[in-house]
């Protein structure tokens, strides 16, 4: 017999949000956790921005956009239940010139399709009510955004997860996934536990895993590496709340931008360059295995060739703090160089498929007793309890 019902290997937010919700469907379900940190949460669910997104901009109809809404109605309710800090402090989408106008009606359009009936359309006026010192003459208003430690939640799930009878083992890093007879069997540096299902939520390492059952994936995660800065402490009266700009068509990220977080700091950024290390954090980072990885899958030249000019002013931006600014006083006039301090950053894991597209969506392959998550970046951190849920579906009939 196996050793468990469920192994999840990955205890970033995704994962373990999974095994909550495996043990409110099946509480006597044995269920395991394995991940190769000391710890949950210590790369993308440990550095991102804490915003609690409302689903304002994915196509009505898909994963995005389900999961963020259902997501962001169990996510708030949980960090109310469980005394997890969190506010619903509205955002700002700014256009700011005539050029954007169209985008922001887009963006106004598909967030009305998506249910949310309360954000509205401001002129410049309206704005400066909401937001003083922010420039634009025309924005979006998004009274649903909030703001939220992400750690603080995986944390949460991980203690109630432990609290409820499954298990977490640390520093135990997937080194094969086998299919035996009656079981999968879970390999790590150190040892292997079998189990009913295996689910792969390895985040930056999710395709590396998938490989080793798929064989045939058309997708590989692209890291990106997000920077950011921090207002100093006398300047963050210049940001009230969120302040976003009108997403660039041209690149599948949101643009830089401004996010007053839970513990009353104000971050700017990030920008979005490639990094040549999975879990590289600085701009010297590399890993000659990753970016081999990279360079040797086919998407990856057909993205570069389409996205290349975007990729060169975000590596400018990179090393030129002084272009990172101008790119912020688009939102807000006032911003100085010597406003803003060194800050952190975060790598974003971006599924590309064989054509060179950015995957704009949620994957989630269900091959039997094999579930792997291939592409959840964000708004997946609103979405998890949600995406959890979708999972533990899956699944749960395979344990019955």
Same mark, same amino acid.
């Given at each position: ?20 919700? !495996? ?32 689903? !304002? ?23 109310? &239940? ?5 506010? $619903?402090?509205?955002?700002?989408? !700014? ?19 998506? @249910?949310?009936?309360? $954000? ?58 086998? &299919? ?13 536990? =079998?189990?009913?299902?295996? $689910? ?5 390492? /999710? ?12 997708? &590989? ?38 996010? &007053? ?32 990885? +990279?360079? +040797?899958?086919? @998407? ?12 060169? @002013?975000?590596?400018?931006? /990179? ?21 803003? +301090? ?16 950015? !995957? ?21 951190? =609103? ?6 849920? =979708? ?10």
């Amino acid at each position: 017999m196996p050793d468990y019902d469920v192994i999840i290997a990955g205890a970033g937010i995704i994962g373990l949000a999974t095994g909550l919700k !495996v043990l409110e469907r099946n509480p006597k379900a044995m269920l395991l956790i394995i991940e190769k940190e000391s710890g949950p949460a210590r790369h993308q669910s440990g550095h991102n921005s804490g915003v609690i997104h409302s689903g !304002v901009y994915y196509k009505p109809g898909s994963l995005k956009a389900e999961n963020c809404i259902r997501g962001y109605e169990q996510l708030t309710r949980f960090c109310k &239940r469980e005394n997890v800090k969190y506010e $619903i402090s509205g955002k700002v989408i !700014v256009a700011s010139n005539e050029s954007e106008l169209d985008r922001l009606d887009k963006i106004y359009e598909r967030g009305k399709a998506n @249910g949310l009936n309360k $954000i509205r359309k401001i002129r410049s006026d309206e704005l400066k009510e909401i937001e003083p010192h922010a420039g634009g003459i025309e924005a979006i208003h998004v009274p649903y955004t909030g703001i939220v430690d992400f750690k603080a939640v995986t944390v949460k799930f991980a203690e109630l997860i432990q609290n409820n009878g499954g298990e977490i083992k640390y520093n135990e890093k997937i080194t094969n996934v086998l &299919r035996r007879n009656a079981s999968i069997e879970a390999v790590t540096q150190n040892r292997s536990f =079998t189990s009913k299902v295996f $689910i792969n939520c390895c985040g930056l390492y /999710s395709d590396e895993v998938a490989l080793l059952t798929e064989k045939n994936l058309d997708t &590989r995660i692209i890291p990106f590496r997000g920077e950011y800065y921090k207002l100093k402490p006398e300047k963050r009266h210049l940001v009230k709340n969120l302040i976003y700009p009108v997403p660039d068509p041209a690149f599948p990220f949101l643009g830089v931008h401004f996010t &007053r977080q839970i513990n009353g700091e104000v971050e700017a950024g990030p920008n979005a360059v490639l990094s040549f290390k999975k879990e590289g954090y600085t701009k010297t980072s590399f890993s000659l295995s990753d970016t081999f990885n +990279t360079i +040797t899958w086919g @998407g990856f030249y057909k993205i570069a060739s389409k996205y290349y000019k975007t990729g060169v @002013g975000e590596f400018y931006r /990179s090393f030129s703090k002084t272009a990172f600014v101008k790119a912020l006083q688009n939102l807000v006039p006032e911003i100085q160089y010597d406003d803003l +301090t060194e800050g952190g950053a975060g790598v974003r894991a971006q599924a590309i498929d064989k054509r060179g597209n950015p !995957v704009d969506d949620f994957i989630i392959h269900d091959n039997g007793a094999i579930v792997n998550v291939l592409n959840a970046p964000s708004p997946a951190a =609103t979405s998890s309890l949600a995406i959890g849920e =979708t999972i533990s579906n899956l699944i749960i009939n395979k344990l019955n």
